[in-house]
């Protein structure tokens, strides 16, 4: 017989009250917000049936627009109407200056922390992305007709702590709760299933998310493992989209019309829109024929999708270039990648499908909308997290795009997490003193694969104080790095004998463009041996300014009472040759006179030894050993 359910007094009869989680697509271009119903995740509908929020907000005295309202004053109240702010997250006003031709916009000030001048005053990034936020919250409250219990956020799989932490600080002023952020891949991999796939095919496949936008594209290589997914890799380019393809179509156009220079000028806005069209129409279609109105003349114009794949060949190959580097950095070949998700509305364009299918050998899934497929799968994450699937513990694991690590003497870096390290994770190594008595070390955080500080990002300096004073090498300083699940970072330099601990959590004010983040490894890889080189003579000087005061303190000690005046003029004379050499850049004649050093005073050393064991016995009776 089977059990009837009665309520307790005072509760409700419902079997349980069901949360509500979100999903958010918080794009560059446009967002969307997503929450499961009946099991099944959906984008939901403004008021006039559209899924898509353009990501743009216009700041007028008395009224905040976002969306399509505002996208129609950005032509003529650009100062006002702020578009593509996820590019400003977590950035400097020159960090998107240098990688943006013309702002329209109007800033307090030219350096640090954008903040842009409107008609409602002073508005920052997190401000602004967050009432795009807050319109997306509203849109849910409207549709679902309660409270919503928390969200769940896509960022960019390289997104950086800066940029990760404005993103959850603009959720937390749209009055929303985090349930987490979640890499844009990862969810359009949810989106597919990918993530209860593993257990009917016992050979594990990786997945590729290849996410081609109107101005930006990223490749991800993500793993299933034991119902976890990682993400292995990620590479892209941040100047390489939908708006390429345009404008291929664009310089045809004006090269096949023969439009003089100034009128491709002036009508650039409007063959671009023309140009866009072409492009969407082949897409379901073999050609393209149509008069094309310029100002007051008209042109004829046709492009057939042959002609227009042979335009756009050069862009979707240099796409499969980086999805061949993604690989290579995964360490996966083509034949571990066993699906292939296709993200973003220019992933449509058909020889795009063609050419990441033959170089995957794999046909790409298209079945999912590209543009919802990101948002669906924060959804059914945000339904999980808000314990609506008790039995789903799927856990979301991403990576570190750049190598974090320390500085350690002589301006070198020492990594102590290495780059694509899968997150969340913690790592420890031990330092110690350089100088007799030292109480105070600088832990200086730094980001990049080269071998100098110099060549690396500084992220944050903190000191460790109050170390007992120690001869130089005895002190055990443990430095703690961990990443959490969102990518912040933290780090903990601890000394052992005392337990004496200091402690900071990055948060970089700016992140980095994709495009630096490539430009750090490639610059990495190309300087490789100069910077092995330049490390090994570093650690050579290091370890002579070592060998210099650890000898002049003995000196000065014992000197005088253990050496002859013949034995101490061979060692001074040593000394200076070392310090002479140090400055120098030759490492192996700097490591053979630290050899020398060595060998000339063995004797002196061993003397030192037997005095410090003679004083240790004085006073003591044999017996007592
Ligand atoms: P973003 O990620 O940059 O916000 P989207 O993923 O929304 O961009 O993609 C926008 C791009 O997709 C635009 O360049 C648009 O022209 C292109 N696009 C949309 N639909 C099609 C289509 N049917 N065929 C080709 N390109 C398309
Ligand atoms: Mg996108």
């Known amino acids: 017989?089977?059990?009837?359910?009665?309520?307790?007094?005072?509760?409700?009869?419902?079997?349980?009250?069901?949360?509500?989680?979100?999903?958010?697509?918080?794009?560059?271009?446009?967002?969307?917000?997503?929450?499961?119903?009946?099991?099944?995740?959906?984008?939901?509908?403004?008021?006039?049936?559209?899924?898509?929020?353009?990501?743009?907000?216009?700041?007028?005295?008395?009224?905040?627009?976002?969306?399509?309202?505002?996208?129609?004053?950005?032509?003529?109240?650009?100062?006002?109407?702020?578009?593509?702010?996820?590019?400003?997250?977590?950035?400097?006003?020159?960090?998107?200056?240098?990688?943006?031709?013309?702002?329209?916009?109007?800033?307090?000030?030219?350096?640090?922390?954008?903040?842009?001048?409107?008609?409602?005053?002073?508005?920052?990034?997190?401000?602004?992305?967050?009432?795009?936020?807050?319109?997306?919250?509203?849109?849910?409250?409207?549709?679902?007709?309660?409270?919503?219990?928390?969200a769940v956020i896509t960022v960019p799989a390289y997104f950086d702590d800066a940029q990760r932490q404005s993103t959850k600080d603009a959720a937390q002023l749209a009055g929303l709760t985090v349930l987490r952020l979640l890499n844009e891949p990862t969810a359009a991999a949810i989106a597919y299933g990918l993530d209860s796939k593993e257990n009917t095919d016992d050979k594990q496949g990786s997945i590729a998310v290849f996410d081609l936008g109107g101005g930006t594209f990223d490749v991800s290589i993500l793993t299933l493992n034991k119902g976890v997914f990682e993400v292995l890799a990620t590479a892209g380019d941040t100047a390489l989209g939908g708006d390429d393809f345009d404008l291929a179509i664009v310089k045809d156009i004006v090269e096949r019309l023969s439009l003089s220079e100034k009128d491709s000028k002036a009508h650039h806005r409007a063959l671009m829109d023309a140009a866009k069209q072409i492009k969407e129409h082949l897409s379901d279609n073999d050609s393209f024929e149509k008069q094309l109105a310029l100002g007051d003349k008209t042109h004829a114009y046709s492009l057939t999708k042959k002609q227009f794949d042979a335009l756009i060949d050069a862009l979707v190959e240099k796409t499969i270039k980086t999805c061949k580097r993604a690989l290579k950095d995964a360490k996966l070949n083509i034949d571990d990648i066993s699906e292939v998700v296709m993200v973003g509305g220019s992933t449509r364009v058909p020889l795009v499908r063609q050419k990441v299918g033959a170089f995957f050998q794999s046909d790409p899934l298209t079945s999912i909308d590209p543009d919802k497929v990101v948002a669906i799968g924060a959804g059914i994450q945000a339904d999980i997290l808000v314990g609506n699937k008790p039995e789903s513990d799927m856990l979301l694991l991403d990576v570190l795009p750049l190598s974090l690590g320390i500085e350690t003497m002589g301006g070198l870096v020492e990594k102590i997490i290495p780059r694509n390290t899968t997150i969340p994770v913690a790592k420890a190594q031990e330092f110690t003193t350089f100088k007799d008595g030292q109480t105070a070390m600088m832990v200086h955080v730094l980001q990049g694969e080269r071998e100098l500080v110099e060549h690396c990002r500084s992220l944050a300096k903190f000191d460790l104080t109050d170390i007992p004073p120690m001869a130089a090498g005895a002190a055990h300083i443990r430095v703690t790095f961990q990443v959490d699940a969102d990518g912040l970072l933290s780090v903990t330099a601890m000394e052992k004998s005392s337990g004496q601990q200091a402690h900071i959590e990055v948060k970089p004010s700016y992140g980095l463009e994709e495009a630096e983040i490539l430009d750090m490894l490639s610059s990495s890889m190309a300087n490789a041996q100069e910077d092995m080189q330049t490390r090994m003579l570093k650690e050579q000087q290091v370890e002579a300014q070592r060998v210099l005061e650890g000898m002049q303190s003995a000196l000065k000690a014992d000197g005088d009472e253990l050496l002859s005046k013949d034995e101490r003029a061979a060692i001074d004379f040593s000394l200076q040759q070392l310090e002479k050499l140090m400055q120098s850049d030759d490492t192996q004649a700097i490591k053979s006179q630290i050899e020398k050093v060595d060998a000339i005073s063995q004797a002196f050393a061993a003397r030192r030894m037997d005095k410090s064991i003679r004083e240790a016995l004085s006073g003591q009776s044999v017996s007592d050993l």
């Open 1 to 150: 017989m089977a059990l009837l359910q009665i309520a307790e007094p005072g509760q409700s009869a419902a079997p349980h009250e069901r949360k509500i989680g979100i999903g958010i697509d918080l794009g560059t271009t446009n967002s969307l917000v997503s929450v499961v119903q009946s099991g099944e995740a959906k984008t939901i509908v403004d008021e006039n049936g559209q899924h898509l929020l353009p990501s743009v907000v216009r700041y007028l005295p008395d009224a905040v627009q976002v969306g399509s309202l505002a996208t129609a004053a950005a032509v003529k109240d650009p100062q006002n109407t702020i578009v593509s702010v996820k590019r400003f997250m977590g950035r400097s006003v020159q960090d998107v200056i240098s990688t943006w031709n013309e702002l329209p916009y109007e800033f307090e000030n030219q350096s640090g922390n954008p903040i842009f001048k409107t008609a409602q005053g002073a508005k920052n990034p997190v401000q602004i992305s967050s009432d795009i936020l807050k319109a997306l919250k509203d849109r849910a409250e409207a549709a679902l007709n309660d409270d919503i219990t928390g």
